[in-house]
C-alpha cells in the first residue's frame, strides 16, 4: 500500500522484534508498544515507568510534528492491576485537557519482568 512510512526513531532502543516503532499512514501516526526497557525507568513502579514511555511518546510526537495533545488513541497494558490506582493520575498529568480515547488491559506479563507497563498510540499528524 502506498503511503506507508516506516519509522524507527534513534533516540529510542531499537525495536527487539520485527517491527518498527511507528508507522505513518497520512495524518495518522500509529506507535507501537512502548515501555521503558534499556531506560533509567526499567525496574522502577508502574507510575515511573509510565512517565517514561509518556515521555517517549512526547518526543516522537514532537519528532513527527504532533504534541501529546493530538493523541487520538492510547492502549495501556499493565502486568498488575493494582498498580491502575498510580498510573491513573501520571495519565491525567501528561494528557490534561486534551484526553485521547484509552483501553487498559491487565496482561499476565510483558516480555521482561523488569517491564511492567507498555503503552501503544494512535496520533493525528
Known amino acids: 500500500m502506498s503511503g506507508l512510512k516506516r ?8 525495536p ?5 516503532h511507528a ?7 500509529y506507535v507501537s508498544g512502548l515501555t521503558a526497557f534499556g531506560g533509567e525507568a526499567q525496574g522502577e513502579t508502574a507510575a515511573r515507568q509510565t512517565q517514561a514511555v509518556l515521555q517517549q511518546l512526547d518526543a516522537i510526537a514532537r519528532y513527527e510534528g504532533g504534541s501529546l495533545a493530538t ?3 492510547l492502549t495501556v497494558f499493565l502486568t498488575d492491576i493494582a498498580d491502575l490506582p498510580s498510573v491513573r493520575p501520571v495519565l491525567a498529568e501528561a494528557l490534561a485537557d486534551a484526553l485521547p480515547a484509552c483501553s487498559l488491559l491487565a496482561v499476565s506479563a510483558l516480555f521482561s519482568a523488569d517491564v511492567n507497563v507498555e503503552i501503544e498510540a494512535v496520533i493525528a499528524l
Request: hydrophobic content about 45%.
Open 7 to 14: 519509522i524507527n526513531y534513534p533516540f529510542l532502543t531499537a
Open 16 to 20: 527487539g522484534g520485527p517491527y518498527v
Open 23 to 29: 508507522v505513518r499512514h497520512g495524518d495518522l501516526l
Open 71 to 73: 493523541l487520538i488513541k
